[in-house]
Structures are given as structure tokens and as C-alpha cells.
């Protein structure tokens, strides 16, 4: 079975803190995701990325930077948290259906992050 | 410029009773559709899809969506409720081909009550 893996599910920070958070997905899949998730607003994309060292902003890139050193492990970083940053947290892979063109993502569990 | 619009941020339905969950996409492009639903905890997990073929997708766990051009809709329905439907369900309308043009509707949180 397909998988995205999120190393934490939970997490407490202060602020400023520098935080990691890593995916690993072991589909072989080109694209990775991270999304930020927040009642009322739905999933909001941050960064993405289609290869390795390859990196694209999304729509709410301040505040994040990622890595993606290897095809299966994307890593969402805050340099300084702050309480405005307090989510949920998504990675997700892609798979592109063939002859379709249509991305199918997988989803990980999410790593809830609460800053103080 | 796309978007996703789901009409109801919250639906509560008697177990055994139809569910409908609304959604309507704005898009310039030919689009692709999909629902997601994600149980307490979770990460989202895919429902089904539309890429342009049927008009009438089925999806897991009973559920089906059809695609209506001519109303910008697609709809989430399924015949019967079941206990362990309740979940929040998300329309995603995505460009075909682009990675990254994935919008996310707000989300249906589906209720069921006995």
C-alpha cells in the first residue's frame, strides 16, 4: 500500500524556535506537497516541489522555506515560528494519471503544530 | 483562474437517509474534479475522480458524483448514510497537468446521527 509518511503527528514549539517538519513517501512519485490546514479555510498550499533540489511557491510561502535533497523526502521548515503559524501540516505526494493528466494526491497524516 | 465553492460548511443527515454534498468550480480549462474526505485525525483520503470521462463517477464506500457542465456542479451523493461516513469531505478542482493549481474547497463537515 501507498504511503506518505509524516514523522510527527504532534508537535509544541515557542516562538522562534526553528522547526522541522519531514514527509517521506515511498510511491516514487515527482511531485511533493506541503499544505497548511485551517478550519474554515480549507488546504492551503505553501510550497511544492517536482523534482529533487527543485522547489516552487505556493500561495502562503512566508514564513516556510523546504528541502528536498532526495525524491522521497520533502522537509517544510520555519525558521522562527510564530503563534500565526499554529496548524495543521500536510504533505502530500502526486501521481499524474496516465492519459489524463490529473494529479492524484496521497496524503499523510498531518503534524499538528502548536506554537507558544 | 479556477475556484471551488462547497455550498454547505456543515450537513447533518439521520443514518439510513440520502447525503448530498454541494459543490460548484469555477475554471478555464477543462477541469478535473475530485472529493477527498478526511476522518477525525486523518490525512485526506481520495473519494473518486473526474477526468473528463463519465459524467457520472462512482467512487469508495458507496459514494458518487456527477459532473454538470452547464451548472459548474459537482455534487457528492450517496444513497444511505452510514455511521462511519462522518468525516469532512473537500472538492478539489485541478488544470490538468499542472502540479501545483490544486484548489481545495473549505471543506462539508458531514454529520450522521442515529
Known amino acids: 500500500d501507498v504511503k506518505v509518511t509524516q514523522s510527527s503527528r504532534y508537535l509544541v514549539k515557542r516562538t522562534g524556535e526553528k522547526v522541522f517538519l519531514e514527509c517521506v513517501q515511498d510511491?516514487?512519485?515527482?511531485?511533493m506537497f506541503w499544505y497548511r490546514q485551517d478550519p474554515g479555510l480549507g488546504l492551503r498550499l505553501i510550497y511544492f516541489?517536482?523534482?529533487?533540489?527543485?522547489?516552487e511557491k505556493g500561495d502562503i510561502p512566508e514564513g516556510y522555506s523546504v528541502s528536498r535533497e532526495k525524491k522521497e523526502r520533502f522537509s517544510l521548515i520555519l525558521e522562527s515560528a510564530s503563534t500565526n503559524q499554529t496548524s495543521m501540516y500536510l504533505c502530500?505526494?502526486?501521481?499524474?494519471?496516465?492519459?489524463?493528466?490529473?494529479?492524484?494526491?496521497?496524503f499523510g497524516a498531518g503534524s499538528r503544530l502548536t506554537v507558544l | 483562474a479556477q475556484s471551488v465553492t462547497q455550498l454547505d460548511s456543515h450537513v447533518s443527515v439521520s443514518e439510513g437517509t440520502p447525503v448530498l454534498l454541494r459543490c460548484n468550480y469555477s475554471?478555464?480549462?477543462?477541469?478535473?474534479l475530485f472529493w477527498y474526505v478526511q476522518h477525525p485525525n486523518k490525512g485526506l483520503q481520495l473519494l473518486l475522480k473526474?477526468?473528463?470521462?463519465?459524467?457520472l463517477v462512482k467512487g469508495i464506500n458507496g459514494f458518487e458524483a456527477e459532473f454538470k457542465k452547464s451548472e459548474t456542479s459537482f455534487h457528492l451523493t450517496k444513497p444511505s448514510a452510514h455511521m462511519s461516513d462522518a468525516a469532512e469531505y473537500f472538492c478539489?478542482?485541478?488544470?490538468?497537468?499542472?502540479?501545483?493549481?490544486?484548489?481545495f474547497g473549505t471543506g462539508t463537515r458531514l454529520q450522521v446521527t442515529l
Open positions: 502530500a505526494s502526486s501521481l499524474l494519471l496516465e492519459g489524463t493528466g490529473a494529479n492524484v494526491l496521497t
Open positions: 510511491m516514487d512519485h515527482e511531485n
Open positions: 516541489s517536482y523534482d529533487v533540489k527543485m522547489k
Open positions: 475554471s478555464s480549462y477543462s477541469p478535473s
Open positions: 473526474y477526468t473528463s470521462a463519465a459524467t
Open positions: 478539489v478542482v485541478s488544470i490538468t497537468g499542472t502540479a501545483s493549481k490544486l484548489t
